[in-house]
Structures are given as C-alpha cells and as structure tokens.
C-alpha cells in the first residue's frame, strides 16, 4: 500500500513523514526530490497471537509513505518523478499547516488550515480537469482516424471522461462521488488525484497538543465523507517523541497532555479510510497481520496469501483473533466446537486469524 504525503509549502509534511516512520520503519532519500519510508503498522493484537503460537517471526503489515515535494507551486503540474509517484498512490495525506511559527513563513502571511485545505483541493481539481481535457483531446482524434472497434471503445470512454467532467467542474472530488467500484477501476490508470482515498491530517502547533481531540472532533464535523478522513497532530512533536525511549516519551506526553501515541491513531484513521479489515495467519514460522477490503471473501483471503492457495482452496478455518487467544489453540478452540469451517463465500470478519486447507 502506497501513501503519499501532500500538501501546500511548508504544511510539514516532512515532519508527518518523520514522525510517521521514526521508530517504525525505515526511510531512504531516492535521489530525486522525494524521501520513501516504509512503515509498519503496529497491531498489538498480532503481537499476542505470535506470542501463543511462538512465532519465530512476526510481519506486520507495511505501507510505504513518500514524502512529495510542495506541489503545484506557480499553478505548475505535477512533473517526472513527483507525477509518477503519486499517478501509482493507493491514497493521499493531506497535510494542512494549523501550527503558529514565526520563523516559518507562511507564502499567505496567515494561519488558516480550513482555506488551505480548499486551496489545495482546487488545485486538485484544476489538475484532474486538465489530465481529463487532455485525453479527451486524444480520443477526439481517434474517433475521427481509428477502425470501427477502435471508435467504439474511444467512443465509450469519452462518454464515461464527459461524465467526469460535469463533477469536476462542479467542483466535486471525485473521491466522495464517485463510488461504483467498475467505474473507480476504470478511471484507476488516469492517476486522478481527486479520486484517491484521502486523509486530512491537521498539522497542530506544541501549544495545542492538548486540545487535540477537540480540534479533530470539529474538522472531522467539517470533511468527512465517503473516502475523505480526518486526523489531527503536531507533526514536530510526534517526531520528536518518536525518537526517544518509550518510557520517556510517556513522560514527556503526560506532563504536555499530549494524550496517546499519535502516529498509530493517525495509521488506524488511514486504514478505516481505506475500508480494509486486518486479517491474521497464526503460523509457527511466521505470524502475520495482512489487508484486505471490507466485504472480500475468504478466497480473496487465500489469493492474498498466495495464488496457489487460492487455486487449490478447500475450506478455511476461521477463529476470531480474541477467542483464539481465550482459548489458547487452534486444538482446544477445535474440540471446544470454536473453530469455524467455512466455504469460499464466507466475508471475512475484522481481527479473523485464518488458516486455509488446499491442495496443490
Ligand atoms: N512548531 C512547529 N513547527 C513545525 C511543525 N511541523 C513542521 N514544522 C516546521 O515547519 C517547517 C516546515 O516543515 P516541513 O515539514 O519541512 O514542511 P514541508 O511541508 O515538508 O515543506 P516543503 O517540503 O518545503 O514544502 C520546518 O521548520 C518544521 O520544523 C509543527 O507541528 N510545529
Ligand atoms: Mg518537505
């Protein structure tokens, strides 16, 4: 899963970015503007099942962060490197600035995170209607030149493009709007900013760690919608706390009010944006956390492990992450009637630790 962090000059997303993957990952310049970090995210409910199965390896699951330059400077489209990066993005960061600073210029002179946040999704727009313009410049060509088939489908897709359009100018991200799941597979390969899942990540300043929770309750009010989530933390802050040992951290976070570890809370709004459930394999070699979309069966289940698995499927045993634990194996929870056999249609439930029967 690939995040990537945008947002106007200066919002600190290089300091999201830090904070993010500070004790969690690791992070490596690629040379070309952009920082990529890989992230794991933190499940302490996998770390228990590796526990009780005395796992001589535990995977978590990882996303991959990269930190974007500032975008759109000038009214510029996003070039090379930066447009590809973000073209492939499973979804967007969105980071807007809240944090007081005098000597962090501000380009309007003023804080306000609410007109950034507008300011950045009209460029989003301008980008998308622009992308948009130019391939119906394309199909125009082709339906005037192309074979009979060839008009068909360029026919076809610039009805579906005109139809896009009409939203964009409307001035509607395309993300909250469009929902048919065909329709987003269609549209995937345009690299449509405004269709990508998005996460408003508000960067507070050290002053207001403690009204936190406050100031994320009333933005979430103000952006949430179908695939637009809201988190808030000081960027600064998170990093910094990052970098020391827990112990101290914990301190440190009491004496500000600075509440829980906000990189974790910032990881569980962006899967919850994303509508995956976690699902877990309790193997001796090797336990993991893995990520599939709300509503996938169990042998979508089984192709995420591995295709032959798929292939082969039998039937699954399936336990709830909590029972299992309760009743302490996959044995007892057998003779204790717990472990569920169940068919390729079963949808698989959030926390399931899963083992898949197949042949090969
Ligand atoms: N006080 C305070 N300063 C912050 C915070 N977040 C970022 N900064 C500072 O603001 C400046 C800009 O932050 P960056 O993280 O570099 O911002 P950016 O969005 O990556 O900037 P560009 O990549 O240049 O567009 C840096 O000096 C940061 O230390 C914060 O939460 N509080
Ligand atoms: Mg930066």
């Known amino acids: 899963m690939d995040l ?209 929770d406050t100031i994320e309750a009333a933005s979430r009010e103000r952006y949430t919608n179908v695939r637009t989530s809201v988190a808030a933390l000081c960027a600064r802050l998170e990093a910094e706390l990052a970098e020391l040992p827990p112990e101290e951290a914990k301190e440190f976070r009491e004496e500000m009010g600075a509440g829980e570890g906000a990189t974790d809370h910032v990881l569980e709004a962006v899967r919850e944006m994303l509508g995956l459930v976690t699902f877990f394999t309790a193997g001796e070699k090797d336990t993991r956390a893995w990520t599939i979309p709300d509503g996938a069966t169990v042998l979508q289940a089984a192709g995420r492990i591995h295709t032959d698995i798929e292939r082969g499927f039998i039937r699954a045993e399936v336990i709830a992450w909590d029972k299992l634990l309760e009743l302490g194996s996959h044995n007892e929870a057998r003779k204790a009637g717990q472990l569920r056999q169940e068919g390729r249609t079963y949808l698989v439930q959030e926390g399931d630790v899963i083992n898949v029967l197949f042949n090969v």
């Open 4 to 212: 990537a962090i945008v947002g106007l000059p200066f919002a600190g997303k290089t300091a999201v970015f830090q904070a993010l993957t500070a004790g969690h990952g690791s992070a490596s310049a690629d040379g070309r503007g952009e920082a990529i970090g890989a992230v794991k995210i933190p499940d302490e409910r996998l770390q228990k099942l590796g526990k009780l199965v005395g796992a001589k390896k535990i995977t978590p699951v990882e996303v991959i962060l990269h930190d974007m330059p500032a975008l759109f400077e000038r009214g510029a489209a996003p070039s090379g490197s930066a447009a590809e990066s973000l073209a492939r993005a499973d979804a967007l960061i969105h980071v807007a600035r809240a944090f007081e600073r005098d000597d962090v210029p501000h380009p309007t002179g003023t804080i306000d995170a609410d007109r950034d946040i507008a300011a950045f999704e009209a460029e989003m727009l301008l980008n998308d209607l622009g992308i948009i313009d130019r391939r119906l410049e394309k199909i125009d060509t082709v339906a005037r030149t192309a074979r009979k088939d060839e008009r068909e489908a360029a026919q076809r897709e610039g009805d579906m493009l005109k139809r896009v359009k009409v939203l964009l100018d409307d001035e509607k991200p395309l993300r909250d709007v469009i929902l048919e799941e065909a329709e987003i597979k269609a549209l995937a390969n345009f690299g449509l900013l405004t269709l990508k899942p998005m996460l408003i990540l508000i960067n507070i300043g050290e002053s207001e760690v403690a009204k936190r």
